[in-house]
Each structure stands twice: as C-alpha cells, then as structure tokens.
C-alpha cells in the first residue's frame, strides 16, 4: 500500500484548505483511515480518523468543528477539510492507515504512511 498526500500550502488564519491522500493497492476500502500532523519540536498528534464501513468518525478537540474528514473508497482516496484555520495549526499533515480502528490516537496504531505535506497558516 502507497499513501500520497496533497493539498498542502500557506493559508492566512480563518481560511481553509483541503488535503486529500491517495491510495494505492488493493487493500484501502477495509481500513480505517486518520490524518496526523507534527509541528516542528513536537511530536506527532492525531488529528481525524474514520471508519471504513459506516464512515464513523473521531477528531482530536482543537479541530472538532473547523475540520472535516471524508472517504470515497471507490476512489481509494480520504481528504480533511480545514476551515478556519489558526496558526497553532501549522504542521505536516499525514494520512495513515489504521492497523485496526481508527478510533486509536497513537501513531503506534498505523502501520502505512504517506509522505506528510505541509500546511503553513499566517496569522
């Protein structure tokens, strides 16, 4: 499995971007699926993730409301949708697949990664 994110950029503070990470493989459909990010000098922290079956899902408290994430498994691809963006949101963003479900936070719970992209919000 190959995991490609994109969508990354500079955006001002109370803007929005959309990330969007592709699939390859055969094996996409019946995994939970998150997005990650890491700001420099600090760990990385789960952000969203959703089930592969009735699209179920979970958001760390700092963007439960401004951030939106969705799957189209026919396309093998999962996005996040960040509105208004704030500065302590800057970091590399990363979709992962879930080893099991995609309610685990740790990063230990994921086992394929994509490449990260970069996410930059000016204040």
């Known amino acids: 499995v190959q995991l490609q994110a994109s969508g990354g950029g500079l955006a001002q503070a109370g803007g929005s971007l959309r990330l969007s990470c592709a699939a390859s493989g055969r094996t996409f459909s019946n995994y939970d699926m998150g997005w990650f990010r890491q700001a420099p000098g600090k760990e990385r922290e789960f952000v969203a993730g959703?089930?592969?079956?009735?699209?179920?899902?979970r958001y760390t408290d700092s963007v439960n409301g401004r951030f939106t994430i969705s799957r189209d498994n026919a396309k093998k691809t999962v996005a996040l949708q960040m509105n208004s963006l704030k500065p302590e949101d800057t970091a590399v963003y990363f979709c992962?697949?879930?080893?099991?479900?995609?309610?685990?936070?740790?990063?230990?719970?994921?086992?394929?990664w994509g490449q990260g992209t970069l996410v930059t919000v000016s204040s």
């Open positions: 992962a697949r879930a080893v099991g479900s995609f309610a685990v936070v740790r990063p230990e719970g994921y086992d394929y």
């Open positions: 959703i089930s592969w079956s009735d699209g179920s899902r």
